[in-house]
Structure formats: C-alpha cells, structure tokens
C-alpha cells in the first residue's frame, strides 16, 4: 500500500501498522539500549526504557482476541 497517487496515506503505512509489524525489533532495541544504559550505571534511565517496551508489549496483547 503506502502513499496513493493523490498523496494521501493509506493504512499500510501508519505509526500504528509499521510499530506493529515492526513490534519485536522495537522491543529488541528497547532492551539494548536498557543493557547498555545499565552497563553506565543508569539503572533509572534503564528501568524507563524498559517500561516503555512493557507497556507496547502489554498494548499488543491486549489488541490481540
């Protein structure tokens, strides 16, 4: 899908759509980045990264049936 000859924005390519398909990388680079920041001794910075993939993880759950 994607953008249409009108230029307008199909569903194919929405924040929504591509966060999900992409949903599971996201969650792997959120994790690096909490590693890393706790290898800084940014245990706080890295309690943050990880609620957000737990709350994106929880939201895709709960969108499932």
Do not use: Q, W
């Not at 924040?15 to 959120?30: C, D, F, K, Q, W």
């Not at 890393?36 to 890295?46: G, V, W």
């Amino acid at each position: 899908m994607g953008d249409n000859a009108e230029g307008k924005v199909t569903s194919a390519n929405t924040v929504g759509a591509l966060s999900e398909l992409y949903l599971g990388n996201i969650l792997y680079a959120l994790e690096r980045c909490a590693l890393a920041l706790e290898t800084d001794d940014k245990a706080l910075d890295a309690a943050f990264y990880r609620a957000i993939g737990r709350k994106l993880a929880d939201a895709h759950g709960l969108s499932r049936p």
